[in-house]
């Protein structure tokens, strides 16, 4: 484990978090959101809790700090793959697009504890921050998708929305509990395989065009 060392400056400020929230990714790639403590974190870090509490409050303001980071990629993604003026088809957008939620499916699956969980414990400043982020990004989509597709720049955040809340919804359908693979299995129910892609490349496709012009 890693010795300690305070942060003396804002990079190393920056370094330290970066270490909790690798530490929480690591966790919650194996573990459910309720056995990840403050005390697992600083345990896996070799740190103790009064040092964990040096850089955050609660876990849930780990847990809003890994959102901002895959909203971030997220977003990222989907302006780099529907760039100003690419000419592509709406079908030819929805399968794109299904394409990245894909990739960033932990996105959605954070947001299944966003606004339930994580939004309720967490310093209003911080909280601000992470608004702040994602309206910037709202804005972002609404100048960049009406010049790609016939669409007002009013329609732009509930189509985003729409599109969020469906694959955070369907992300827990599709992620593997072992909890409710034993409980299906307990009242002999086969688990349905499900696509997450699809679902979504199809569930685009109708959003787009029903919030197109």
Known sequence: MAEFIRARSAEQKEQRLDQIKDAVRRQFATRPYHEITLT?????????????????????????????DELDAYFDALLAALPEGCGLAPDVIAEVWAGIANAHQEYFRLGDLLS??????????????FKRAYYDRVADMRERLPQ??????????PLLLAIYYHAVGFVSACWKNPLVAEA??????ERPQLDFRAEMRDFIGMCIAHYAR
């Open 40 to 68: 697992t974190i600083a345990d896996e870090l070799g740190w103790s809790r009064a040092n964990l509490y040096k850089y955050v409050c609660t876990k849930e303001e780990v847990f809003l700090l890994l959102t901002a």
């Open 116 to 129: 339930t969980i994580i939004e309720t414990n967490v310093s209003v400043e911080r909280l601000a921050d």
């Open 148 to 157: 790609i597709i016939d669409m007002a720049p009013e329609r732009v955040e």
């Open 184 to 189: 299906l299995e307990t009242i002999g129910h």
